[in-house]
């Protein structure tokens, strides 16, 4: 029994691991290198690349217009991510009801170094999500240098996964009906860089242009904590240099800020279980879905509207964190930041 075990958990941390790599290698560029170079030594492959150019041409919108609608349940029940979900393992909790007659915001703190919790909980059925919560149906809001990504970007759309920018999140919330809603991650690649530490550093104060989204759509909006995400790598104490912490600054340049977060990003890459880049610790995540805010349709939103929301979901978020903490194993010296 026990080496079944052991060999089970090497095949979910292969998947695990396989899935980091390319992922990490796609966001870095280093993957299309690697493809550019093979089409460069197999000629013969210059036929399958122009196929796959034109499918592109053809499938460009489908990011933006609501991702994939085919086969999106049959490949997220496939066995690898069957492997992610048992490697931590991830949990789904659900603290209240949904109505299936709206539309709504996720918002899914803290991102972690990568958001597993979200993408297993939100883009598969694994974890019951359509029974916890039937006639919902979740889209995951992500960058669009994922969905850049050559062949990634195929199994991402088939993860529910689509375009984070206004546009598509806006035909999501009111073009597709109702129950259809959205998950993402407000903190986002600032979060990111704050994640495997000791405390749960949230950047949530100068983010609002969800909380205007869901005014605009009338869309209620969902704080989503994933405990143990945070968990995945361990960030060394040489990556919080000055240098690198001040990609958080508006007034930086995209190309310092990308600079400054390939940097970092790798440096955390490197920290993974048994010191395996790209291979997290199977530290359990439990994704804890709180109460939903209601919100009203306000079609030119004023300041003070979007600061009051945005206050009330911070209050959310804090008293989601706070009401769960100790069921999750969150020791008492560990802080919740919101920054």
């Keep these: 029994m026990h080496e079944e075990h052991v060999a089970a958990k090497f095949v979910q941390g292969f998947y695990v691991l396989f899935h980091y790599t390319v992922i990490i290698l796609g966001l870095t560029g280093v993957l299309p290198i690697a493809l550019l170079y093979f089409l460069y030594i197999q000629p013969l492959s210059w ?12 499938d460009w919108r489908t990011p933006k217009r609501g991702g994939r609608k085919v086969g999106v349940n049959f ?7 069957r492997c992610m979900r048992d490697y931590y393992p991830i949990k789904l909790v659900k603290t209240a009801d949904l109505d299936s007659k709206r539309n709504y915001i996720f918002g899914y703190h803290p991102h972690g170094f990568m958001p597993d919790g979200l993408l297993i909980s939100f883009g598969t059925n694994l974890l019951g999500f359509e029974e916890e919560f039937p ?15 050559p062949f990634y970007r195929e199994v991402a759309l088939w993860l529910r996964v689509v375009d ?7 035909y999501i919330l009111t073009q597709m009906g109702p129950g259809n809603s959205i998950a993402i991650t407000p903190g ?38 994933g405990f143990g995400q945070n968990d995945s790598f361990h960030q060394p104490s040489f ?45 359990p995540i439990t994704v804890v879905v709180g109460s939903p805010i209601h919100v009203d349709k306000v079609t030119r939103p004023s300041d003070e509207q979007i600061e009051k929301l945005h206050a009330e979901y911070i209050e959310g978020l804090k008293r989601l964190f706070e009401e769960n903490r100790n069921k999750y194993g969150v020791p008492r010296d560990i802080k919740l930041i919101i920054q």
């Design 47 to 58: 036929l399958l690349l122009a196929i796959y150019l034109t499918w592109l041409f053809i």
């Design 135 to 149: 006639g919902i149906t979740p889209h995951i809001g992500a960058h669009s240098t994922i969905l850049q990504t």
């Design 75 to 81: 490949i997220g029940s496939l066995y690898p991510f």
């Design 188 to 225: 986002g690649a600032a979060e990111m860089l704050d994640s495997c530490r000791k405390d749960y550093i949230l950047t949530v104060n100068r983010r609002k242009q969800f909380i205007k989204m869901a005014l605009e759509t009338g869309s209620s909006l969902v704080p989503v904590f």
């Design 164 to 170: 984070v920018q206004l546009e598509s999140c806006n």
């Design 239 to 283: 990556t919080n240099l000055n240098w690198l912490k001040s990609y958080k600054r508006i007034n930086r340049s995209v190309l310092e800020k990308w600079v400054k977060l390939f940097i970092r990003g790798t440096l955390i890459s490197l920290c993974g279980k048994f010191c395996i880049p790209c291979l997290p610790y199977n530290n």
